[in-house]
């Protein structure tokens, strides 16, 4: 099993709402195995370069690339299929359905990499173990619970698609720390299960606990990119462009 594998690579990417351009030739990558994390202050573009990467702008320019697919003209559906999950910041569950009906909404059939060997397979049962709350309450209403369980259950319909790569939104912003120490755990826990993770985050802490390389962002701009241990010692850097 290589880990060098890139999974999904971005080149040149540019994104508009409207007339208004977002993204400036952005290029990334992210690699099997791997957690990777998009910073910057908010508004430096992190949430629309996951949403251009999946597909979810209508107007955006360049390469993007999902296990050796062109993916540059997909709809978001065509990138789910493929295995290229997206858990976006508003983190909308199905509020009359239940915890495992919203589960099964996200279901898709299991994968093999390449090489023939299996991709992390994803049942309610493994992702109670994920998710211990989730797992106290199979039969209510999404509309019933909170905010972070909510959040839980929207990264847990993800997985249901059993997909390669997940693009996780801000996953520590706006839930309760004891969520925030949770979802860093899960973070660590897909890894460990050989999920590769990009997500887009402003609280180094957090970043730092999760990662492994980075990727800072400024006015739609990619301004620098290190490993994680690297930027975290780089207080220029972190003073430039993050909030701390
Ligand atoms: N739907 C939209 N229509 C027009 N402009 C938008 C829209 N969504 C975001 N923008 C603008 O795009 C820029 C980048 O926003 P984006 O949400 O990607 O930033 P971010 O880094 O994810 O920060 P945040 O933490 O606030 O989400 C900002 O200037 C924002 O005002």
Redesign the pocket.
């Known amino acids: 099993m290589s880990m060098e594998e890139t999974l999904l690579s971005a080149k040149s990417l540019c994104a508009w709402?409207?007339a208004?351009q977002?993204l400036y030739d952005v290029d990334l990558e992210v690699r099997r195995g791997e957690v990777v994390a998009l910073m910057?202050r908010?508004?430096?573009?992190?949430?629309?370069t996951l949403k251009a990467l999946i597909g979810m702008l209508t107007k955006r320019k360049g390469a993007v690339s999902f296990l050796g697919h062109d993916i540059s003209k997909s709809e978001p559906h065509h990138a789910a299929k493929l295995g290229l999950g997206f858990v976006p910041?508003d983190r909308r569950v199905f509020t009359d359905l239940t915890v495992m009906e919203n589960l099964e909404v996200g279901k898709q059939p299991p994968r093999r990499w390449a090489d023939g060997s299996e991709a992390p397979l994803w049942t309610p049962e493994r992702l109670f173990k994920l998710f211990p709350n989730l797992g106290e309450m199979p039969n209510r209403p999404g509309g019933r619970m909170s905010g972070g369980e909510q959040q839980m259950l929207t990264v847990a319909r993800t997985l249901m698609g059993n997909p390669y790569l997940v693009l996780l939104d801000?996953p520590s912003e706006g839930v309760a720390p004891v969520i925030v120490e949770q979802m860093a755990h899960m973070i660590l826990e897909l890894k460990a299960q050989g999920v590769s993770i990009l997500l887009?985050e402003?609280n180094m802490h957090f970043a730092e606990l999760v990662s492994d390389r980075a990727y800072v962002?400024e006015k739609g701009q990619i301004r620098y990119q290190a490993t994680m241990a690297e930027l975290a010692a780089n207080d220029e850097v972190r003073r430039s462009y993050l909030s701390v």
């Open positions: 709402y409207g208004a977002i910057g908010n508004g430096a573009g992190k949430s629309t910041e801000e887009s402003q962002l």
